[in-house]
C-alpha cells in the first residue's frame, strides 16, 4: 500500500516534470519550425542549435517587471494565469502512458488515476481552463482583455460540444469511458482512427480551437486586440499563459493519440518479446513519438494558415462541424445496432 | 474599357463549390507548400560566422597606399580634391626635411589628409583622378559613430600600415575592366 502511494507519487511528479520540460522545449521546437518553414535557421545562438534558447527565454520572463494595472482587480489578476497553469497540469493525469511496469515482481500502471470516467474528467477539467483565460481578461480591466476573453468563452464553448460528441461514438464503439480501456481495445494496428475518420477530423480541428491555437487563436489575435486576453499580463504570470497553451498542446496531442492512433499499441510490438519494463519503455516512446507527429501538425497548421474571421470561426464550429459531428454519432449508431 | 495593366485578373463572386466550402482541399494545398520549404535551402547569412562576400569592384573606405620600401605615395598635388564632386578631401602640403626620405616617396608630401565620410559618396574619382597611385577605395566599411566628428577620418585612419603583413590589398577591385576605364580618354577628368 505504501508502495504504490510512494510510486504513484513519483509517477504524478515524473509527468508533471515531463510535461514541463516538453512544453519548454516545445517553444524552440516551435521557433525552430517555424524558421524551417520561412526558409530560416530559427534560434541558433544559445547553446548547440540553440538547446539553452528555453531556458534564456525562461530567466528573461522571470526578470522582468511584475507589472500591474492599478485598476485591475488583485486576486482575480493573479488567479487567472495559475488557473490555466493549474488546469493545463491536471489533464496528464488519466492518461495511460504505457503498459503496466513490474518493480520487485509486483505490477504498476503506468497511469496516474484509471478512473472509470477518464473521458469525463478530461473535458470537465478542459472545461475549467477557459476560467482561468476569462478571469485574467476581464479582472485586467482592459477592453482588449476583455474581447480576447469573451471570444475565448465562446470559441471553447462552441466548440466543446462538436469536441464531445464525436468522442461519444468513441465510446459508443468501446463501451467504456476509462482512457485504458480505450486504448486496450486498439491493440496492434486495430487504431480508431480507422473507425472513426470523420470523427478524428473533428476532434483534431477543435482540438485546435480548445489549445487557442492558430488558425483558431482568436482570443489573442495580436492584430486586433493587442495581445487578446494577457494584453495586460507581463513577466512570469504572462509566461503561464503562454506556458499553458504549449502543455495544452502536448496533453491534447497525448489525447488525441490515446483515443484515435492507438496509444502506446503498435503492430508488432507485443510479439518481439520483449522484458516488461523494456516493453513498457518502448511503448512510452512509441506514444510520446504520435505526440510529437501531433505536435508538429499543430506547428505545421500555424505557420500555414491564416486567422480565421470570428464569424467563419462561429460559422464552422456551430454549421459545420456540430452536424457532422451528430451525423456522424447516428451512422455509428445504426452501424452498431444492427451489427453491420 | 481598355485594362490598366496587363496584370489585372478578373474577379467573380461565383457562389464557392462544395470542396471549396470544405476548405480542407485547400488547406492541404497550403500545408503541402510549406511542407516544401522545410527542405529549401535557407537563406539566412550566418553573420559573425559568415559573410556576405563584396562584389570585387566594390567602393569601401579609403585607404592611403605606400610604396614597397614603406614610403608614402601621396604628394599632396590635390588632384583628387579637386576631382571629388562631394568636395570631402582636404589637404595640407609640407616639404620633405632632410632625414625624412624613409617616410615620403618625393619632396612633397601631405601633412593633413582628410576625408569626411559624411561627405563621400565614393564614386571612385579620386582613385582614378590620381596620378601616383596613392589612393584606392577598398571593400572595407567605414564604421559607424555617434558623433559627426569621427568620421572625419585623418592620416592615422587613411594611410596603411607599414608592416609589409599588414598592408591593404586593393589588387581585387583593380580588375582590367577597371583599368581600362581609368585609362579612358574620353572621362574628362582623365585628361
Redesign the interface.
Same mark, same amino acid.
Given at each position: 500500500m505504501v508502495n504504490a502511494v510512494v510510486y504513484k507519487m513519483i509517477l504524478a511528479s515524473g509527468i508533471l516534470v515531463l510535461s514541463l520540460l516538453v512544453a519548454m522545449y516545445s517553444t524552440l521546437v516551435e521557433r525552430k519550425v517555424a524558421g524551417?518553414?520561412?526558409?530560416?535557421?530559427g534560434p541558433n545562438r544559445a547553446g548547440p542549435w540553440g538547446l539553452l534558447q528555453p531556458l534564456a527565454d525562461g530567466i528573461k520572463l522571470f526578470f522582468k517587471e511584475e507589472f500591474m494595472p492599478n485598476t485591475a482587480d488583485k486576486f482575480l489578476y493573479i488567479l487567472g494565469p495559475s488557473l490555466t497553469m493549474l488546469v493545463a497540469c491536471l489533464t496528464s493525469a488519466v492518461i495511460p502512458w504505457g503498459p503496466d511496469i513490474v518493480i520487485n515482481g509486483e505490477s504498476y500502471a503506468l497511469q496516474v488515476a484509471d478512473i472509470n470516467i477518464g473521458i469525463l474528467y478530461i473535458f470537465a477539467i478542459v472545461s475549467v481552463g477557459v476560467y482561468g483565460i476569462m478571469i485574467g481578461g476581464w479582472a485586467s480591466n482592459n477592453k482588449y482583455s476583455l474581447l480576447g476573453a469573451v471570444r475565448a468563452s465562446s470559441q471553447m464553448i462552441s466548440y466543446e460540444l462538436a469536441m464531445s460528441l464525436s468522442i461519444i461514438t468513441i465510446v459508443m464503439m468501446t463501451g467504456s469511458l476509462s482512457m485504458r480501456e480505450i486504448v486496450n481495445q486498439q491493440q496492434g494496428f486495430n487504431w480508431n482512427i480507422w473507425y472513426q475518420p470523420l470523427g478524428f477530423l473533428i476532434f483534431l480541428i477543435c482540438a485546435f480551437a480548445e489549445t487557442n491555437r492558430a488558425p483558431f487563436d482568436l482570443p489573442e489575435c495580436e492584430t486586433e486586440l493587442v495581445g487578446g486576453y494577457h494584453t495586460e499580463y507581463s513577466s512570469m504570470k504572462l509566461g503561464f499563459y503562454l506556458f499553458a497553451e504549449y502543455i495544452n498542446m502536448f496533453i491534447s496531442g497525448a489525447v488525441m493519440a490515446t483515443l484515435f492512433l492507438g496509444g502506446y499499441h503498435f503492430p508488432g510490438l507485443d510479439k518481439l518479446g520483449l522484458s516488461p519494463n523494456v516493453f513498457a519503455l518502448v511503448s512510452f516512446l512509441v506514444l510520446f513519438t504520435k505526440i510529437t507527429f501531433f505536435g508538429f501538425i499543430f506547428m505545421?497548421?500555424r505557420?500555414?494558415?491564416p486567422r480565421f474571421r470570428y464569424d467563419q470561426l462561429m460559422k464552422l464550429g456551430w454549421k459545420s462541424l456540430m452536424p457532422l459531428a451528430i451525423l456522424n454519432v447516428l451512422v455509428t449508431g445504426v452501424i452498431i445496432l444492427f451489427n453491420l | 474599357m481598355e485594362p490598366l495593366t496587363q496584370r489585372s485578373k478578373t474577379v467573380s463572386d461565383k457562389k464557392m463549390t462544395f470542396a471549396e466550402k470544405l476548405y480542407l482541399p485547400a488547406?492541404l494545398g497550403?500545408?503541402r507548400? &510549406?511542407?516544401g520549404?522545410?527542405f529549401?535551402?535557407? &537563406? &539566412?547569412i550566418?553573420f559573425p560566422e559568415a559573410k556576405r562576400p563584396f562584389a570585387g569592384v566594390y567602393r569601401g573606405r579609403h585607404v592611403l597606399k605606400r610604396d614597397e620600401a614603406g614610403r608614402e605615395r601621396c604628394t599632396a598635388c590635390g588632384l583628387c580634391a579637386v576631382a571629388c564632386p562631394a568636395e570631402a578631401i582636404t589637404m595640407v602640403a609640407a616639404e620633405r626635411k632632410p632625414g625624412e626620405e624613409g617616410l615620403y616617396r618625393e619632396e612633397k608630401y601631405a601633412a593633413v589628409y582628410e576625408i569626411n565620410m559624411l561627405r563621400c559618396i565614393f564614386c571612385g574619382d579620386c582613385e582614378e583622378a590620381c596620378p601616383k597611385e596613392a589612393i584606392f577605395l577598398t571593400d572595407r566599411l567605414v564604421a559607424s559613430e555617434y558623433q559627426r566628428k569621427p568620421f572625419i577620418y585623418g592620416k592615422e585612419l587613411l594611410v596603411e600600415p607599414a608592416d609589409p603583413e599588414k598592408r591593404i590589398d586593393v589588387s581585387e577591385r583593380q580588375t582590367p575592366e577597371v583599368l581600362a576605364f581609368k585609362k579612358d580618354r574620353q572621362h574628362k577628368h582623365n585628361n
Amino acid at each position: 500500500m505504501v508502495n504504490a502511494v510512494v510510486y504513484k507519487m513519483i509517477l504524478a511528479s515524473g509527468i508533471l516534470v515531463l510535461s514541463l520540460l516538453v512544453a519548454m522545449y516545445s517553444t524552440l521546437v516551435e521557433r525552430k519550425v517555424a524558421g524551417w518553414f520561412q526558409d530560416r535557421h530559427g534560434p541558433n545562438r544559445a547553446g548547440p542549435w540553440g538547446l539553452l534558447q528555453p531556458l534564456a527565454d525562461g530567466i528573461k520572463l522571470f526578470f522582468k517587471e511584475e507589472f500591474m494595472p492599478n485598476t485591475a482587480d488583485k486576486f482575480l489578476y493573479i488567479l487567472g494565469p495559475s488557473l490555466t497553469m493549474l488546469v493545463a497540469c491536471l489533464t496528464s493525469a488519466v492518461i495511460p502512458w504505457g503498459p503496466d511496469i513490474v518493480i520487485n515482481g509486483e505490477s504498476y500502471a503506468l497511469q496516474v488515476a484509471d478512473i472509470n470516467i477518464g473521458i469525463l474528467y478530461i473535458f470537465a477539467i478542459v472545461s475549467v481552463g477557459v476560467y482561468g483565460i476569462m478571469i485574467g481578461g476581464w479582472a485586467s480591466n482592459n477592453k482588449y482583455s476583455l474581447l480576447g476573453a469573451v471570444r475565448a468563452s465562446s470559441q471553447m464553448i462552441s466548440y466543446e460540444l462538436a469536441m464531445s460528441l464525436s468522442i461519444i461514438t468513441i465510446v459508443m464503439m468501446t463501451g467504456s469511458l476509462s482512457m485504458r480501456e480505450i486504448v486496450n481495445q486498439q491493440q496492434g494496428f486495430n487504431w480508431n482512427i480507422w473507425y472513426q475518420p470523420l470523427g478524428f477530423l473533428i476532434f483534431l480541428i477543435c482540438a485546435f480551437a480548445e489549445t487557442n491555437r492558430a488558425p483558431f487563436d482568436l482570443p489573442e489575435c495580436e492584430t486586433e486586440l493587442v495581445g487578446g486576453y494577457h494584453t495586460e499580463y507581463s513577466s512570469m504570470k504572462l509566461g503561464f499563459y503562454l506556458f499553458a497553451e504549449y502543455i495544452n498542446m502536448f496533453i491534447s496531442g497525448a489525447v488525441m493519440a490515446t483515443l484515435f492512433l492507438g496509444g502506446y499499441h503498435f503492430p508488432g510490438l507485443d510479439k518481439l518479446g520483449l522484458s516488461p519494463n523494456v516493453f513498457a519503455l518502448v511503448s512510452f516512446l512509441v506514444l510520446f513519438t504520435k505526440i510529437t507527429f501531433f505536435g508538429f501538425i499543430f506547428m505545421w497548421v500555424r505557420w500555414t494558415l491564416p486567422r480565421f474571421r470570428y464569424d467563419q470561426l462561429m460559422k464552422l464550429g456551430w454549421k459545420s462541424l456540430m452536424p457532422l459531428a451528430i451525423l456522424n454519432v447516428l451512422v455509428t449508431g445504426v452501424i452498431i445496432l444492427f451489427n453491420l | 474599357m481598355e485594362p490598366l495593366t496587363q496584370r489585372s485578373k478578373t474577379v467573380s463572386d461565383k457562389k464557392m463549390t462544395f470542396a471549396e466550402k470544405l476548405y480542407l482541399p485547400a488547406i492541404l494545398g497550403g500545408m503541402r507548400i &510549406t511542407f516544401g520549404h522545410l527542405f529549401k535551402k535557407k &537563406t &539566412t547569412i550566418q553573420f559573425p560566422e559568415a559573410k556576405r562576400p563584396f562584389a570585387g569592384v566594390y567602393r569601401g573606405r579609403h585607404v592611403l597606399k605606400r610604396d614597397e620600401a614603406g614610403r608614402e605615395r601621396c604628394t599632396a598635388c590635390g588632384l583628387c580634391a579637386v576631382a571629388c564632386p562631394a568636395e570631402a578631401i582636404t589637404m595640407v602640403a609640407a616639404e620633405r626635411k632632410p632625414g625624412e626620405e624613409g617616410l615620403y616617396r618625393e619632396e612633397k608630401y601631405a601633412a593633413v589628409y582628410e576625408i569626411n565620410m559624411l561627405r563621400c559618396i565614393f564614386c571612385g574619382d579620386c582613385e582614378e583622378a590620381c596620378p601616383k597611385e596613392a589612393i584606392f577605395l577598398t571593400d572595407r566599411l567605414v564604421a559607424s559613430e555617434y558623433q559627426r566628428k569621427p568620421f572625419i577620418y585623418g592620416k592615422e585612419l587613411l594611410v596603411e600600415p607599414a608592416d609589409p603583413e599588414k598592408r591593404i590589398d586593393v589588387s581585387e577591385r583593380q580588375t582590367p575592366e577597371v583599368l581600362a576605364f581609368k585609362k579612358d580618354r574620353q572621362h574628362k577628368h582623365n585628361n
